[in-house]
């Protein structure tokens, strides 16, 4: 193959962990391709993504100004995932609008082959055809999912029942009604994401299923491109730790601790970096937790403004003396974990998750089988991809679809249903082991895809050769 001129991309993210660090692992990879890369960011966003992204001599950030002081927000708060109430979230939303300005004056001022942005900055859409270069979507959903919401158009969510989509190769039931507000406001996202030449997929074509991706390309004519998994392109430990923020247990004290157990052992919790749950139900979780029995590693997120309480207030959530009946069998870490370390590790039995399509994708790409437990976005669509469709978890019976991760519960989840599940999964039974084996099925299939030769690494060289014929061809006209 003749060697061409390498094409010029940028990448634009948007503002929370869940976005950015799949979307820039994915720009990682254009480079490592040969391809020039530049992910336009902000200035502390910048920083987190210096220490998480391998560095590369074809990779450049170009910082535009984070509006904190327009909006009132302190310095260094340039993201969803560091905010914990309502009022930081919408000055971000706000902020998040006003970046507009400056990144179509960089891109307009510097034009670059193809633009990839995340869907949630839909006027990327006007600047890419006023350009004339094509624009590829990014929204971090599973293409299921996004079937699932496309099927779930027809439907009118009065009730708060479940409700059943008919419509998709798998006929599936969801556990709960999405808010309505979210429905609307994800309605006309993917409307303007279908107007892009194509939709970039943190999956391997094995996990979403060639008969998704069939439906997809036949019900909405636009075409989707299996990437991923992104988290495997990180091969040391130490680009693994340092994925996303910076641990607060020391990466060591993690790893020595589960080096001390018994493989397919420990119970791993975590919610991801916008789920915050109230203390009632972290206190359903830890007896359900301790009555299982079950060696763990929990991970709270911590709660940020609230230092001023007493020790006792401080800890509500945890039944009195469970810290020490459980200092052999559990480590609580309150912050960011190092998630993939974790995951990757041996003593690893069983992963308790929101079903956020990252740490999904990451528990399948090692193998690691799930107990299900949905909270806010598109995640009660995807527990639907891992216990029904794929077959590599059990779910917790979560019911309740906030609008957002934080906030007040109606409906609490038992310590009964949170025991029965674990023990599901962990008491090595019949149906434990076929989950198991099932999830390490598709962890090999994962690993494969994106090796030379698998599915997610021919798609990207193909997508880079359609991106140079669209160049070459416009450079003739």
Known sequence: MEERKALKLYFIHYLAAGHMIPLCDIATLFASRGQHVTIITTPSNAEILQKSIPSHSLLRLHRVPFPSQEVGLPDGIENLSSVTDLE????????????????????????????????????????????????????????????AMESAKAHSFDSSAPFRIPSLPHPITINATPPKEMILFLQSMLETELKSYGLIINNFAELDGEEYIEHYEKTTGHKAWHLGPASLIRRSA?????????????????????????????????????????????YEM????????????????????????????????????????????????????????????????????????????????????????????????????????????????????????????????????????????????????????????????????VQEGGSSHNNLTVLIHHLMRLRDAKLHH
């Open 286 to 449: 830890a007896c359900g937790i301790e009555a299982s029995g079950h060696e763990f590693v929990w991970v709270v997120p911590e709660k940020k403004g609230k230092e001023e309480e007493n020790e006792e207030e401080k800890e509500k959530w945890l039944p009195k003396g469970f810290e020490e009946r459980n200092k052999e069998k559990g480590m609580i870490i309150r912050g960011w974990a190092p998630q993939l370390l974790i995951l990757n590790h041996r003593a690893l039995g069983v992963f308790l998750t929101h079903c956020g399509w990252n740490s999904t994708v990451e528990a399948v790409s090692v193998g690691v089988p799930m107990i299900t437990w949905p909270v806010h976005g598109e995640q009660f669509y995807n527990e639907k991809l891992i216990t029904e469709v794929r077959g590599i978890g059990v779910e917790v019976g979560a019911a309740e679809w906030g609008s957002i991760g934080f906030g007040e519960r109606e409906k609490l989840v038992g310590r009964d249903s949170i025991e029965k599940a674990v023990n599901r999964l962990m008491d090595g039974g019949d149906e434990a082991l076929e989950i198991r084996r099932r999830a390490q099925e598709f962890g090999k299939k994962a690993r494969d895809a």
């Open 238 to 282: 130490q680009e693994k730790a340092e994925r996303g923020q910076k641990s607060v247990v020391s990466v060591h004290e993690c790893l020595s601790w589960l080096d001390s157990k018994r493989d397919n052992s420990v119970l791993y919790i975590c919610f991801g970096s916008l789920c915050h749950f109230p203390d009632e139900q972290l």
């Open 88 to 147: 930081n979230l919408s000055k971000v939303f706000q902020a998040t609008g006003m970046l507009q300005p400056p990144i179509q004056q960089f891109v307009e001022q510097h034009p670059p082959d193809c633009i990839v942005a995340d869907f949630l900055f839909p006027w990327v859409d006007d600047l890419a055809n006023k350009l004339g270069i094509p624009r590829l979507a990014f929204n971090g959903f599973s293409l299921f999912t996004i079937c």
